[in-house]
C-alpha cells in the first residue's frame, strides 16, 4: 500500500505541511516536490496519491497544474486527495479546487485538504512582502496552520 505525495511550493509552506501529513500517514510514504528538477516519477507504482500546492493570486503552481493534466487517466484509477495551502479560511476557500484541479479528479477525490498558510517575508521578492504586508496588516512573518485539516485529509487518505 504505497502512498505518494505530490507538491509545490513557493516559500516552504507546503513542505512542512507534507512533512507533518507523511508523519500522519500509515504505511510507506514518498513525497515529491516537482520544483526544480523533480527525479521522474511512475505514479502507477502507488495506489494512494495526493497533490496540493499553495495558491498566489488564486492560483496554485503550473507544475501543480500541468502534471495533473498530464496524469489526469492514470490518477482517476487511484485513490486520490487534492490539498492546498493558502490564507482564505477553509470556508471560502473552496473554489480554489474548482478552479486549480481539473474537474474529474476534484469530483473523484476521496479528500479536499485545506491546510491553512504562511506569510515568510523574508522568503518573497519586495513587492510580494509590500502588498502581504498591506494585505494582512501584520509587520512580522506569520503562519497559520490548519493542523486540523491536515489531520482530517490524513484520516482520509489512511
Ligand atoms: C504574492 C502572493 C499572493 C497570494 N495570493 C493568495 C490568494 O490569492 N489567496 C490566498 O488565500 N492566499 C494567497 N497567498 C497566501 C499563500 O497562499 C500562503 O502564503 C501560502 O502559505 C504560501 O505557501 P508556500 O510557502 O508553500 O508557497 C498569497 C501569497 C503571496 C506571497
Redesign the pocket.
Known sequence: MKKLII???????????VEKLAGMLSGDVDTINLAGRPPAIDPGRYDTIMIG???????I?KVVRKFCAAHSPLLSTKKLGLF?????PPEK?GQ?FEDNFPRSLVVQAKAKGF??????YE???P???F??KK?SGMQESF??PNDAGIKDFARAMG
Not at 7 to 17: D, H, K, L, N, Q
Not at 115 to 120: I, M, S, V
Open positions: 507538491y509545490a511550493t513557493r516559500t516552504g509552506y507546503v513542505t512542512e505541511c500546492g499553495s495558491i498566489h493570486a488564486g492560483k503552481q492546498v495551502a493558502c490564507l482564505t476557500a480554489y491546510f491553512g498558510g504562511a506569510a515568510y522568503r518573497m521578492s513587492i510580494e512582502r502588498i502581504m494585505i503562519s497559520k
